[in-house]
C-alpha cells in the first residue's frame, strides 16, 4: 500500500458494531411498512364502502323517482281540473265524448260491482249477526252490518272497480296512443292532450262514481236485510228501526264524497301512466300494472286519513 492511499473507513473503525446496524436497518424497515397500509386492507375497506354506499343510493333514487312522480301526478290534476272548469264556464265541454266515457266506465263496472256487492253484504250480515248473537243484542244487527256497508264497504269496493277495470281501460288506451305517436300528434297540431283526453274522462268519473257507490250500497243493504231477516231469526221492523237510529244522511254524504275523491284519484292515475307509457305492448302492460297498484295504495291511504277525520268531527251518535 502506498503511502498517498486513503483506506475507506468500515464500521469497525467508526467504532459502531455491525449488529446494531443491521437492528437500526430493519427497524427502518419495519416503520415504513407500518406507515403504509397493506393492499388487501385496503381494498377490503374500499369494498365495505361501496357495500355501504349501493343502499344509500337506491333509496335516494327511489326517493326522487317518486317525488318527481308526486309532482308530474299533481300538474297533470291541477291542469285537468282547470281545463274542466274552463270548458265548463265557456260551455266548451266535450259533452259527447264524457257521455261516451261515462257509459263505457259504467259498462265495465256495472256487472263487477253487483257480482261484488252482494257478497258483500252477505259477509258482514253473516259475521256481525253471529257476534251479536252472542252477546244477545240482535237488535242492533242492521245498524252494525249497515253502518259497515255504508261507511267502508261501499267507498272501498267501488274504488277497487274504478281502479282496476275503469283505471286500466283508460290506461290501455292512452298507452296504445302514446305508443303510436297519436299524443304527439296532437301537440304539433296545437291540441293539449290533456284537455282533449283527460278532461272527457275526469268529468265522466265525476258523474259515475257517486252513482256506484250508491248502487253499491242498495245491492249491500239488500243483502244483508235478506240474510237477517230471512236466516237469523230477525225482523224487518227491528232491522230498519236500528238502521235509522244509527245510521244518518251524513254517514251516505261522506261515503259519496270518499267515493268520488277515490274515483277522481285513481282516474287520474290511470292517465298519467297511459300518457308516460313508452316501450311499445310491454310499456303498456308495464303502465296498467303501475296504474292499478298506484291508484290501491293511494285509495287505501286516504281511506284511513278520511276516516281518521271522519271519526273525529263526525263521531257515531244514537237516534
Keep these: 500500500m502506498s503511502p498517498g492511499t486513503r483506506v475507506a473507513p468500515t464500521a469497525a473503525s467508526a467504532g459502531v458494531a455491525e449488529p ?20 388487501a386492507a385496503a381494498a377490503d375497506a374500499g369494498a365495505r364502502v361501496v357495500a355501504l354506499g349501493r343502499p344509500l343510493r337506491f333509496a335516494v333514487t327511489q326517493t326522487d323517482s317518486s317525488l318527481q312522480t308526486l309532482g308530474r301526478f299533481l300538474d297533470l290534476a291541477a291542469q285537468s281540473v282547470t281545463f274542466l272548469v274552463a270548458d265548463l264556464t265557456r260551455l266548451r265541454h266535450p259533452w259527447r265524448d264524457t257521455i261516451n266515457q261515462a ?5 265495465v263496472t256495472a256487472i263487477p260491482a253487483l257480482l261484488v256487492s252482494i257478497p258483500f253484504g252477505v259477509i258482514v250480515a253473516v259475521q256481525v ?28 269496493v267501488a274504488a277497487l272497480l274504478l281502479g282496476g277495470a275503469a283505471g286500466s281501460a283508460v290506461t290501455t288506451d292512452l298507452g296504445a296512443r302514446t305508443i303510436r305517436e297519436e299524443v ?30 250508491f248502487f253499491i250500497i242498495f245491492m249491500g243493504l239488500g243483502a ?23 245510521a244518518s244522511v251524513a254517514d251516505v254524504v261522506v261515503a259519496l264524497g270518499k267515493t268520488w275523491l277515490f274515483g277522481v284519484v285513481v282516474i287520474l292515475v290511470a292517465c298519467q301512466r297511459g ?43 244514537i237516534g
Design 20 to 39: 446494531e446496524v443491521e437492528a437500526a436497518a430493519e427497524a427502518a424497515v419495519a416503520a415504513v411498512a407500518d406507515e403504509a397500509p397493506a393492499p
Design 103 to 107: 257509459w263505457f266506465i259504467v259498462s
Design 129 to 156: 249477526g253471529s257476534l251479536i248473537a252472542q252477546v244477545g243484542a240482535t237488535s242492533i244487527s242492521g245498524a252494525a252490518g249497515g253502518l259497515g256497508v255504508i261507511r267502508q264497504g261501499a267507498p272501498i
Design 184 to 213: 304527439d300528434a296532437l301537440r304539433v297540431m296545437g291540441i293539449n292532450p290533456v284537455q282533449r283526453l283527460v278532461t272527457p274522462r275526469l268529468a265522466a268519473i265525476v258523474f259515475v262514481a257517486p252513482v256506484l257507490c
Design 224 to 246: 244483508g236485510y235478506l240474510i237477517n231477516v230471512g236466516f237469523q231469526s230477525g225482523t224487518p221492523g227491528s232491522y230498519i228501526a236500528s238502521f235509522a237510529s244509527f
Design 275 to 317: 300518457l308516460e307509457a313508452h316501450g311499445g305492448a310491454r310499456g303498456v302492460a308495464d303502465a296498467v300494472n303501475a296504474a292499478v297498484v298506484i291508484g290501491v295504495v293511494a285509495v287505501f291511504i286516504l281511506n284511513v286519513v278520511i276516516t281518521q277525520l271522519v271519526t273525529m268531527f263526525m263521531p257515531t251518535r
